[in-house]
């Protein structure tokens, strides 16, 4: 079974350059949430969003930050401009919520460099 | 409100020598507790969780966590520690009904040959 797919894996861009960051949840799941992971704050989520209506986006560092999900299988994350400090690794997780401890399944994450 | 503590931010263990990562959390209500893997590079696996019943609970690569409501504990255990086990490891809390978690700030564990 495919789990959460992110694309792109890495990416180096340059300061003030648009990052579109890009997430398919599991197939079925109706939560998708976005974290990040840096060394100095660990992992903290960004936004999360049920049946594609986004819940609580209060993690969002600044309106530089934009994230969206048209549709049940597909959402994206978007920084513009960025800033070396955006530097980090960026997650996108699926869950089916339900009322029973459900399992959130992470991706492989997206690796972002600001230089 | 909710929080995880974890203590230590890096174990170091012999190989076969037991693993213990210790995991507190704070809650309102008894709440639902987890435990991710991290490898280099990766993102994070489920090891294992509780929601209710059983307070031990058994995970993959033989690992296992125990729920103590008294101490507000949720402690990851392994009898014997195997070089493919380095990893960092986070606990993470979530209450019944929320859909979010909060994590621990992690625990990088070394095994040394």
């Known amino acids: 079974d495919a789990g959460v797919i992110q694309s792109p894996r890495h990416e180096v861009t340059e300061m003030g350059q648009e990052v579109t960051l890009r997430c398919k949840p599991i197939?079925?799941?109706?939560?998708l949430f976005w974290y990040r992971q840096t060394m100095m704050r660990g992992l903290e989520l960004l936004i999360y969003f049920n049946n594609n209506v986004p819940i609580d986006d209060s993690g969002m560092p600044e309106d530089r930050f934009s994230a969206k999900m048209p549709n049940a299988s597909f959402s994206t994350l978007k920084i513009q401009p960025s800033e070396p400090r955006d530097s980090a690794v960026y997650f996108c997780?699926?869950?089916?919520?339900?009322?029973?401890?459900?399992?959130?399944?992470f991706g492989e994450g997206s690796w972002l460099t600001v230089v | 409100a909710q929080s995880v503590t974890q203590l230590g931010s890096h174990v170091s263990v012999s190989e076969g020598a037991l693993v213990l990562l210790r995991c507190n959390y704070s809650?309102?209500?008894?709440?639902?507790l987890f435990w991710y893997v991290q490898y280099p590079n990766q993102g994070l696996q489920l090891l294992l969780k509780?929601?209710?019943?059983?307070?031990l609970v058994k995970g993959i690569n033989g690992f296992e966590a125990e729920f103590k409501k008294s101490e507000t504990s949720f402690h990851l255990t392994k009898p014997s520690a195997h070089m493919s086990d380095a990893a960092e490891y986070f606990c993470a809390v979530r209450q019944p009904g929320a859909n979010n978690l909060f994590f621990g700030t992690g625990t990088r564990l070394t095994v040394i040959p």
């Open positions: 809650s309102s209500v008894p709440p639902y």
């Open positions: 509780y929601t209710t019943g059983a307070t």
């Open positions: 997780a699926s869950s089916l919520r339900d009322s029973s401890g459900n399992t959130i399944y």
């Open positions: 197939s079925g799941h109706n939560s």
